[in-house]
């Protein structure tokens, strides 16, 4: 599977769904509990669902871009969090440092258009997307 996407090259028969970017897992909370559900979301296609709507979602919404507010009505607020984090751990989306609402935006790459981007993670550090230095397979747990 490709590390890094390209807006262009973006084609699921080469970058197939899901994204697991730690350590082969969608992540979890910590708990067992929370692990057994990723594991079974990700081998039964409900992660790769979710995932892929998302995406798809936010494409169509071009620069506008997408909030986990605005995508709501896909999950609860846990997994849609998780998805975006998924979708931008590997590249495939960026978050912009603007908000709308108090919630940060998610783009394609390609409608970044010269703004300013974070970081996946928890850390505050700024990129833009042509230098990030963010490791998608580094591991840990998310959230």
Not at 28 to 35: I, R, Y
Not at 81 to 91: D, E, I, M, P, T
Request: include cysteine.
């Amino acid at each position: 599977m490709s590390e890094e996407f390209e807006e262009d090259s973006f084609d699921m028969e080469i970058n197939p769904w899901p994204l697991l970017p730690y350590k082969g897992s969608s992540g979890h909370s910590g708990s067992d509990t929370s692990e057994e559900r990723a594991s079974t979301r990700d081998l039964n296609g409900e992660t790769a669902m979710l995932q892929f709507t998302i995406y798809n979602n936010i494409r169509v919404h071009q620069g506008n871009g997408r909030t986990v507010g605005e995508l709501k009505h896909f999950g609860h607020h846990g997994s849609v969090s998780g998805a975006l984090s998924n979708l931008h751990k590997k590249k495939v989306i960026s978050r912009l440092k603007e908000k709308r609402g108090k919630q940060k935006i998610y783009v394609c790459n390609q409608y970044v258009d010269g703004r300013e981007t974070e970081s996946q993670g928890r850390q505050n550090a700024s990129n833009s997307i042509t230098n990030s230095s963010a490791n998608p397979d580094s591991g840990g747990e998310q959230h």
